[in-house]
């Protein structure tokens, strides 16, 4: 979990975007649940599933996903199918759960400095 304060919200049919500021970390969630009762200027915490984040070795260029965050890989976890890497960017350590092949595929190892991304439709608000 991030502990981040609302910075912005928009909302509009429904549907709401809120942006989050954390420490050096921006975020985006994406929701449908009625959130009236949040403004800007509140703390919240907010979460994501490990196997919701995906990891790149270099950024990504033009592609859909809101949330990029620059980490560096603090431990590894391998299994026979899936792997699990914890991720530090700054303050903050949350997990990604990749697959062991993928582990392989980029070459990945402890202390690395890779990129995180994380779909506005996987942060939630706990």
């Excluded at 200027?41 to 907010?46: F, H, I, K, L």
């Excluded at 990891?55 to 899936?82: M, Y």
């Excluded at 070459?107 to 939630?124: E, F, M, P, R």
Aim: proline residues 1%; glycine residues 4%.
């Amino acid at each position: 979990m991030i502990k981040a304060k609302i910075s912005a919200i928009e909302q509009n049919d429904g549907v709401s975007v809120f942006e989050f500021s954390a420490e050096n970390l921006s975020l985006k969630m994406l929701s449908l649940e009625n959130l009236q009762n949040l403004k800007i200027g509140d703390e919240v915490w907010v979460g994501f599933k490990s196997s919701d984040v995906f990891v790149a070795t270099s950024p990504l260029l033009n592609c859909s996903v809101s949330n990029k965050i620059k980490v560096r890989i603090s431990d590894i976890q391998k299994g026979e199918i899936t792997s699990s890497l914890h991720l530090n960017a700054g303050e903050f350590e949350f997990e990604s759960i990749i697959s062991t092949a993928s582990l392989k595929r980029l070459n990945l190892a402890l202390g690395d400095q890779i990129y995180a991304y994380v779909k506005a439709t996987s942060l939630y608000i706990a």
